[in-house]
């Protein structure tokens, strides 16, 4: 199976040890086909170290995702996209619709 070329646009992002990995306009995994990130990605341990490596990227993800899935009659709409992307911090509803507001 060959991998599509990301674009500058859709860079892929690829945790070290996962080989799970996704670019946009879909955002699903490459490898197992699940809404990215996938279920193998977020069991990946989390420490507070790497939570704060994660921050930066995965908020420059995530205002992509919202900009891709938002809209789509069947997609998510952008709180749940913040929470998806940024699962592995503890964000209430609220918080995350003001995260998502600040992505746009």
Known sequence: MTEPTPTSAYPRVVLPLTGHRACGPAWRCDR?????????????????????????????LTRQAVRDLRGRPDGPDPIAIVRRFLWFLPLTDSEARAVALRLR
């Open 32 to 60: 197992c086909g699940e809404p990215w990130p996938c279920p193998t990605l977020r069991a990946a341990p989390t420490d507070a170290a790497r939570r704060a490596t994660m921050i930066p990227e995965f908020s420059r």
